[in-house]
């Protein structure tokens, strides 16, 4: 069936290293990849995305990859901060039509002072 | 401009009650969301809708009903609640389908006793 997978499901890194968090999707149609963070008690947000048609996006400290032969996209974030620390979750879009989005299960990263 | 907003922000229920969870935007959006959110457990689509008049069914869908009579209203039924259905609830709306962001409401947080 249609799923997104997405590991680790916890990550703990120092101030100022990189993190990456990785996510394999199930769908050979899903053409639209976003990431959304979301602080405790919050709503999820956006915070990057990509299409199927670019490999590799990047805005400011955070890019995202994408190998659509492996069905396999992930986030990667350099120079972490501690406003970094928060619940992180991948997303795929489902069928040719991508009117539906379903996501990982997130990944909680705590960033080590 | 509102966003998305989500009426009630809590609510307790017994066991076989009813309610009507509302979601509302004013961004003039196509597409809306009803997701449930469960610790450890990301996001998971209940139910979306692809313009006024029309639902389909997302990942976990049964216990719950949905209708789109107005463009800018979502809602989502719990004809008879039942524990397992104590959860966080987001709605979410979005411009319509490609790489366009999925806006999320703050939440509804269910507690069925």
């Known amino acids: 069936g249609e799923n997104v997978e997405q590991h680790p499901s916890t990550l703990s890194v120092q101030e100022g290293d990189s993190a990456v968090i990785k996510c394999t999707y199930s769908?050979?149609?899903?053409?639209?990849f976003p990431w959304y963070k979301q602080e405790l008690g919050k709503r999820p947000q956006l915070i990057i995305d990509?299409?199927?048609?670019?490999g590799e996006k990047k805005d400011q400290r955070i890019a995202v990859t994408l190998n659509k032969t492996a069905k396999h996209f992930s986030l990667h974030i350099t120079e972490t901060q501690p406003e970094d620390s928060a619940v992180y979750f991948c997303?795929?879009?489902?069928?040719?039509?991508?009117?539906?989005?379903?996501f990982g299960s997130g990944t909680r990263l705590s960033i080590r002072p | 401009n509102a966003g998305v907003t989500q009426t009630p922000k809590f609510r307790v229920l017994k066991t076989g009650q009813s309610m009507t969870l509302l979601c509302a935007q004013d961004?003039?959006?196509?597409?809306m969301y009803w997701y449930r959110q469960d610790p450890g457990m990301g996001l998971r689509l209940i139910h979306y809708?692809?313009?006024?008049?029309?639902?389909a069914k997302g990942e976990v869908p049964d216990g719950y009903n949905v209708s789109r009579l107005k463009k800018q209203n979502f809602l989502l039924g719990l004809e008879s609640a039942a524990p397992s259905q104590t959860s966080v609830y987001f709605c979410?709306?979005?411009?319509?389908?490609?790489?366009?962001?999925?806006?999320f409401g703050p939440g509804t947080r269910l507690t069925v006793t």
């Open positions: 990509i299409r199927s048609n670019v």
């Open positions: 809708s692809v313009g006024e008049g029309t639902t």
């Open positions: 979410a709306s979005r411009p319509t389908s490609g790489a366009n962001e999925q806006y």
């Open positions: 961004m003039n959006h196509e597409y």
């Open positions: 997303a795929a879009s489902i069928g040719s039509s991508a009117s539906k989005i379903i």
């Open positions: 769908d050979s149609a899903s053409n639209y």
